[in-house]
C-alpha cells in the first residue's frame, strides 16, 4: 500500500460543511462564517508518551481528535474542520482501519472533517491541528478571571489518572471499575457543547490536561488573581466518580487534582450568572460543579472538608521537567 | 528548562498581523480577510526521512516551514500565519537556539508569525500546519490544467537531489558546487510571491516535493489529461544549474525530473497567457521556464533533445512503497 492508496482508503472523504476543498491538492480551502474569528489548535501524541502502544487503534483515533476539540471547547470556538499528520513505522491495514474509523466517527459527531494532512514513515506520531470559530468578541480565554468569580469543573475528573496508575501497577480495581475509569482515559468527552453555552457567560476557561490545579494556575497567572479551592468536592460531589471516591484520601484527592489526561473544562464565571451557568449545563447537557472562587489575592488555597488550609502538594504533568 | 520555559523563551512572540491572540492560550485565534478562503496545509518532517540527524538546526528551522510556505504558493495563497508541534528528545538550548532562530526568520520574511502549537519529548518530529489566504475564485488546483496549456517550472530543479547523492556517497563534487547545491537541498525558496502574482493567469499548479514528473502527474491525474515535456530543458535552459548540466546526462535528467525536494512550483497557463506569465515571473522576481504543454491524450510523454521520444523511467518519491 502506497501513500497515496493509503490516504484515499482511509482518509479520504467528499469535501463537507466549511471545508470547500479536501484531502488531495496542497492545500485545503476553508470557508468560515463571516465576520467570526478562527480558532486554532494542534497538539502532537507520541506512543509511550500520550498513549500505551496496547492501546485500541479506534479509542486512539478518537482520543487524537478528542483533545484538539477539547482545545476549541475551552476556547468556546465551533469546531469546522482539522488536518492530520501522521508518522507511521509501517503502512499497517490492521491499525489504519480501526484508526481511521475512531478519528472519523468523532469527527462525524461533531461535524468536523477531515481536510488534509500529510502521512510519512516514521516513529508513531499523531498531528492534529483544528480550526474552529467563534464570535470576535465572545472567546473564552485564560486571562479574563476576575476576583469574586466562581470556578467550576464540568463533567468529572481524576479518572484517567486512576486508569494510568492501574496500567502502571500501583493500583487494581475490580473489573467494572476499571473498564469504567479507562474508558475516561482512552476516550475522553470534548466538551463543545458547553464551551460553546458558555459563551458571554464565562470569564475565563481552560481544559484540563496536565492536572486540574496545574491548568487553573495558567489561569491565574495570565489573569493576575489567585483562587480557593474546596476540595470537598473530590468526595462528595458528582465532580469525581464514585470509584475514586473510595480510595484513599491522598490519593484520591491527587487523581483528582492533579491527575491530568481528564479534558474537562474549569472555568469562572461571575456569581451574578450562577443560573447560566446551570442553564448552560443543561443545554449542553454537561454537569458542571462549582469548586472554589477567584481571590484578588494571588496564589492557589485548597481547603480541606472543613473548610482548613490543606497542605498536601500537586504537581502538574510538564512534558520536559 | 520546562515545557512552558522553552516555549516562551525560543516561541512567543506579541501577536501580529492576522494573528489577534498567539501562543499561550488553548487556541490561538486568527482573522483571515473578509471575503477570503483559508488556505491550510500540513506538513510533517521526520528525523531520517526528510532530513540528516547532521542538518544545521538554523537550517531545519527554515526548511520545516519552507515546505509549507510552498503548498501555499502552489494555491496562489497569501500566508496568515502557522502552528508549529514539536516533538523533541530532550529540551537541548543549543538545538532549539538556532532552530527557532531559523525557522522565525523565514516566518518573518513572508510575514506569517507563529500563532501556536505543541512541544513533547519524543523522537524528533516536526510538524508544522500553515494557513494563508485566496479569494474564492482564484486558488491555483491540480485539477484545472487542460489541453493546449502550456507547462512551466520555476526556479531551478534537480540540485537537492544531487547534494543528496553526495551525501550519501555516490557522486562527489567540488567544494564550491557541493555548497551550492546543499543550500538547495537544505533551504529551499517557497515560491509564495511567485504562486500570488499566477492568481487568474495560471490553470494548474503543484509544488515540486516528490519530484517533477511525479508531482505533475499528480496534476495530469487530477485534470485528466497528459502531457508531453520536452527534456532538452534540462541542458540548455536556466532551470537546472551549470553544476547539473555536467552530469553524464541520464544522471542530469534523473535528478531534474524524479529528483524531489526542489519545492519549485510546476504549473500550466493558456498559451494566449505567456506574457503574463512572464511578468508574473518579473513582478515576483522568480524565473520561469516553459518545459511543455498539456495534451488531451492521457498519459505523459517525454521528448529528447531532437524531439524523439524518451524512453528512460522515472520513479517519485513515495514514504510507503
Redesign the interface.
Known amino acids: ?4 492508496d ?1 490516504i484515499n482508503r482511509y482518509f479520504k472523504r467528499p469535501p463537507t460543511g466549511a471545508v ?2 479536501g484531502v ?9 462564517s ?2 467570526m ?8 501524541l ?5 498513549f500505551l502502544s496496547t492501546v485500541d487503534p479506534f479509542k486512539l483515533g478518537h482520543k487524537a481528535l478528542a483533545v484538539n476539540l477539547s ?2 471547547a ?2 468556546g ?1 465551533k469546531p469546522l ?1 482539522f ?6 513505522p ?2 499497517d491495514a490492521a491499525w489504519l482501519e480501526p484508526f481511521s474509523r475512531g478519528l472519523l466517527a468523532l469527527a462525524d459527531a461533531h461535524a468536523c472533517p477531515l ?9 508513531l ?1 499523531i ?1 492534529i ?1 483544528v ?2 470559530e ?1 464570535p ?1 468578541d465572545q ?1 473564552l ?3 479574563r478571571a476576575q476576583p469574586g468569580d466562581d470556578l467550576y469543573v464540568s463533567g468529572q475528573v481524576g479518572d484517567a489518572r486512576l486508569a494510568l496508575e492501574v496500567f502502571r501497577g500501583t493500583r487494581s480495581l475490580a473489573a467494572d471499575a476499571f473498564t469504567a475509569v479507562r474508558a475516561r482515559m482512552e476516550q475522553p468527552t470534548p466538551r463543545v457543547a458547553l464551551g460553546m453555552a458558555l459563551r458571554g457567560i464565562a470569564h475565563a ?3 484540563v490536561s496536565d492536572g486540574l490545579l496545574g491548568d487553573l494556575h495558567h489561569i491565574l497567572n ?1 489573569s493576575n488573581c489567585g483562587a480557593t479551592v474546596d476540595t470537598v468536592f473530590v468526595f462528595s460531589s458528582d465532580a469525581t466518580s464514585a470509584t475514586l471516591k473510595q480510595l484513599p484520601p491522598a490519593l484520591a484527592l491527587d487523581c483528582a487534582l492533579a491527575g491530568g489526561d481528564d479534558y474537562e473544562l474549569v472555568f469562572t464565571a461571575p456569581a451574578a450568572a450562577r443560573s447560566a451557568v446551570q442553564a448552560a449545563a443543561r443545554s449542553s447537557q454537561t454537569p458542571v460543579t462549582r469548586i472554589g472562587q477567584i481571590d484578588a489575592e494571588p496564589g492557589l488555597r485548597l481547603l480541606d472538608a472543613a473548610g482548613r488550609p490543606l497542605t498536601q502538594r500537586f504537581g502538574a504533568f ?4
Chains 1, 2 share one sequence.
Request: proline share 7%.
Open positions: 500500500m502506497g501513500e497515496f493509503l470547500v476543498l488531495g491538492d496542497d492545500c485545503a480551502l476553508l470557508q468560515p463571516p465576520g474569528r478562527l480558532a486554532i489548535s494542534s497538539d502532537m507520541v506512543e509511550g508518551r500520550h482545545d476549541l475551552a476556547c470556538a474542520a488536518t492530520l499528520a501522521l508518522a507511521l509501517r503502512a481536510a488534509g494532512g500529510d502521512t510519512t514513515r516514521g516513529p506520531n498531528c491541528t480550526f474552529g467563534v470576535p472567546p480565554l485564560r486571562h476557561a481552560i481544559d495570565a510538564d512534558h520536559f521537567a
